[in-house]
């Protein structure tokens, strides 16, 4: 299959083409991002204070995503672990898993939560997908209004993809991170002191 996946040679990308585009993925974050349960993501961040140890898994850019959110949270001194690292733990009982997936449906993504579910550990999960089997799995739900990465005709957003999905799950993390934060009376230069020495 042969696709054409670059400009025609001697077309340039031009400095208002780029201003645009700024302004279209600025724009769709902020309307998303303002969209975005503020109940659910309190709940959340209940469920990141009650978890004993807190996981973070995900596929692909959503996972990436998820793994700078674990960075944050262990920043503020919770117990975090990635799934699939070598050194990550069993899940267990009064654990929290924190997993997101566009789709809801992305098999390893669900099938951790499923695991964690037998586990009797929490589960909080980010989706566009209300009605999918991942949201079914959760304790607690956050439903980002954007696209699901194959939805590629549905208007939501011009970008290319679930990058809508991802953007706005980042801002998400973000915001509960900082929320976190604004309670506990400790400066970023406390937090720092656990920031990686090995990089």
Known sequence: MN??????????VTR??????????????????????????????RLLERGKRIFVTGAGRSGL???MAAMRLMHLGLEVHVAGDT????????????????????????????????????????TANPGSPLAALADEVVIVPAQQKADHGSGVSRQYSGSLFEQSLFVATEALFQSLWDTVDVPAEELWLRHANLE
Do not use: Y
């Open 3 to 12: 696709a054409t996946v670059m400009t025609a040679p001697g077309l340039e």
């Open 16 to 45: 208002e083409a780029v201003s645009s585009n700024l302004s279209l993925v600025l724009g769709e974050i902020t309307d998303t991002a303002a969209a975005i349960s503020e109940a659910e993501l309190a709940a959340v961040s």
């Open 65 to 67: 995503v998820l793994r």
């Open 87 to 126: 050194t990550t733990p069993a899940i267990r009982e009064g654990d929290l898993l924190l997993v997101a997936s566009g789709s809801g449906t992305t098999g390893g993504v669900v099938k951790a939560a499923e695991t964690a579910a037998k586990s009797q550990a929490l589960i909080a999960a980010f």
